[in-house]
């Protein structure tokens, strides 16, 4: 396999200083998927832990390094779920964590970003914005500028849940993964392409937020206009140049999602296997519903990698449970 940023050896030793309240998650068959989707379905399950997605994962390596290297503090830009990720991890290692987010982002995230301790800032713009705050935050101050996905500890963290994966299913067909910023895709996509070559490695992204997705398939960074989504987790529009040349190497295909797809796919999760997933989470389930020839009678290993959802919203997007 051509080289990634991504290395083995480092993704096995992220295990050791990551907090086992994230490791080794469930991954199961869900048999009341199968004659919904027309595939067998494996689901790894990213919520069970406390900042209810699989960003803790990453955090953990972050700050590991933090404390044993420094600055003992650190700043991120983000929808909410790599805020609450890091602010937890910092807090137990006792690190200093700025968030900065978009007013825009899920209320439910900022609240618990902030009930775990970190500091909140808000910008009136997207997350990209969010980005150029974090960025001039950590130049003024003199701290650590958290960059999911460009940074490897974060896509390395998250690698671990490839370790895990093919662990514990030696033989799967597909692997579907959520594709925002890319440090899920590229680091689970590393540890299947190296220890499972046989496994198709497939990125889903929301059709209103397609910036890796284009980019992926041009072999260049595309950068896209603002982004139309429930999907937050996801939606950046400017590709990290660095992020996108790991997933040309790992990824065999990158698709788009339309929104109703997606909302389906969160249903389908709650009525089926009784899972609150965020919009992020339900991306590969909206895959195999808007392409079902593509699987049918494919053994499907699926990442619910969030479960962070407003809960006036989630309802309205599902219905009453």
Known sequence: MPETRLDLARIQAARQVIDP??????????????????CSVRIKLETANPVRSFK??????????????????????????????????????????????????????????????ARLELVDGDHELARERAAAIARHDGIRLVEDSLDL?????????????????????????ALGGGALATGVGHVVRSLAPGAEVICVQPAGAPAMTRSWHARRVVTTGPTNTIADGVAGRRPIPE???????????????????????????????????????????????ADRDRFAGRQVVTIVCGGNVDPHAYRGWVGPA
């Open 56 to 117: 803790g994962r990453g955090t953990e390596v972050v700050a590991d390094g933090l404390v044993r290297n420094g600055p003992r503090a650190a700043v991120c830009a983000s929808a909410g779920n790599l805020g609450q990720a890091l602010a937890w991890s910092g807090r137990g290692r006792g690190l200093d964590v700025t968030v900065v987010a978009s007013r825009h982002a899920t209320a439910a995230k900022l609240d618990r970003v902030r009930a775990l301790g």
């Open 243 to 289: 992020v996108l040349a790991d997933l040309l190497v790992v990824a065999d295909d990158a698709v788009l999602v339309e929104e109703a797809s997606i909302i389906a796919g969160m249903r389908l999760l709650l009525d089926h296997a009784g899972l609150v997933a965020e919009p992020s989470a339900a991306l590969g389930i909206a895959a195999i519903l």
């Open 21 to 38: 309240v994230f490791r080794d998650t469930p991954l199961y068959r869900c048999e009341a998927l199968d004659p919904v989707l027309g």
């Open 153 to 177: 500890e974060t896509c390395e963290g998250a690698a671990t849940i490839g370790l895990e994966l093919v662990a514990a299913v030696p033989s799967f067909d597909v692997v579907l993964i």
